[in-house]
């Protein structure tokens, strides 16, 4: 094999679309910033028992492995930075209020998510800890919707569901742990068939509960549907409650449910949410509460929040122009060098074309060109 041939799913970026990505990250964190959220930087690798506490299995597959050479213990590459925020949020700064915090930074993958991903995602994420009311879900869904929509992706969809639906029904079920897994799959597939065989032995009402989820999705008229079609309880009224009021709140965006959706790692605990854009292939951002994930680190936390695959949301977003630059002749004569030092300090960009490559094009879009006219150095249009 060449030495050169990378890993599947795993692919050098060249310039244009790094360019796309980088100022498409850079525009993900200016609007994080501009509604309060603090930026951290988790570590790449961290010991193994902390990555993945409280995460459940399907991001314990997710984490690639290995042995930390100084201490002997395992470690684990993130898959996911979510678990390191709350570790974060619960140690090392252990704040008693609200805490806002957003990161951006790559995660690895054993597998890719979807047929097409990569396998090493650049994950950009926000989260509030420490109100656990629906204002901090709504203003998380609103910051994911703003961050998409500076992206210029479209016309949005969002997705929303909540954890406790599936959680109450299956409390009463008498299912197994392992025979619970086999029921999120059956849902998120929509598979009836298998679903029926799995809850046959469920009391009644679990059984149609769980069988009346594969046909809850679609419009807002689901929610009245889920109304009649499930048990009446208190943690499935509240849930519904709570995702009529969350879709009420949103403006400009088409609004749907899957009531069934399961979709995601295992910590969520609440109201989730995934946002879909026209022409993309999976949902390009998801997000919702999760009050335990930081239980496990001591100080069990309100936390809600979201993330996406800023290069999935740069192959969806439209292509941006390149910027503008100034094309510059090399030279050493010093009144030149100041000239072109002038115009960077001023934030343009500069491209000084080395000798005997003056044929020659490259990532900028020089429409303006250093010249001397009377022995000063000027500017002009190209």
Not at 97 to 103: D, E, I
Not at 208 to 237: E, F, H, N, T
Not at 353 to 376: I, M, N
């Amino acid at each position: 094999m060449s030495a050169w041939v990378l890993p599947d799913h795993i692919a050098d970026v060249l310039p244009s679309e790094a360019r796309h990505i980088e100022e498409i990250r850079r525009d993900l964190l200016d609007m994080a910033r501009c509604y309060g959220y603090e930026l951290v930087m988790p570590p790449l690798l961290e010991h193994l028992e902390s990555l993945l506490s409280g995460t459940g299995e399907a991001l314990d597959l997710q984490t690639f492995k290995l042995v930390d050479q100084l201490s002997g213990r395992m470690m684990g590459l993130r898959a996911d930075s979510t678990p390191q925020v709350a570790r974060i949020d619960a140690h090392l700064l252990n704040r008693r209020g609200v805490t806002r915090l957003c990161y951006c930074g790559p995660v690895l993958h054993t597998r890719p998510a979807a047929p097409h991903a990569t396998r090493e995602p650049l994950q950009f994420g926000a989260e509030i800890y420490g109100h656990s009311g629906l204002e901090a879900d709504l203003e998380i869904l609103t910051l994911a919707l703003d961050a998409l929509k500076s992206a210029d992706v479209g016309a949005l969809t969002v997705d929303l569901a909540d954890a406790r639906i599936v959680d109450a029904l299956l409390a009463p079920s008498g299912l197994t742990a392992a025979q619970q897994v086999q029921v999120h799959a059956a849902l998120a597939a929509k598979d009836r068939s298998e679903l029926a065989a799995l809850v046959q032995h469920c009391p009644a009402a679990t059984a149609q509960g769980l069988l009346a989820l594969v046909d809850l999705y679609g419009d807002a008229s689901v929610l009245a549907q889920a109304r009649s079609a499930l048990p009446d309880q208190p943690g499935i009224r509240e849930a519904l409650a709570n995702l009529e009021w969350l879709a009420g709140h949103l403006d400009g965006v088409r609004v749907s449910f899957d009531l069934a959706d399961l979709r995601g790692y295992a910590y969520y605990t609440g109201a989730r949410f995934s946002v879909f854009a026209a022409g993309a292939s999976d949902a390009l951002a998801r997000g919702g509460r999760y009050d335990e994930v930081g239980s496990v680190f001591g100080r069990k936390r309100p936390a809600v929040g979201f993330s996406l695959d800023v290069k999935m949301l740069a192959g969806a977003a439209a292509v941006r122009p390149l910027r503008a630059a100034v094309r510059a002749p090399w030279g050493e004569a010093p009144v030149l060098r100041a000239a072109i030092a002038q115009l960077r300090q001023q934030g343009e960009t500069v491209v000084c074309v080395l000798p005997g490559h003056e044929s020659e094009v490259d990532e900028f879009q020089c429409d303006r060109e250093l010249v001397q006219t009377a022995g000063q150095w000027v500017v002009t249009a190209i």
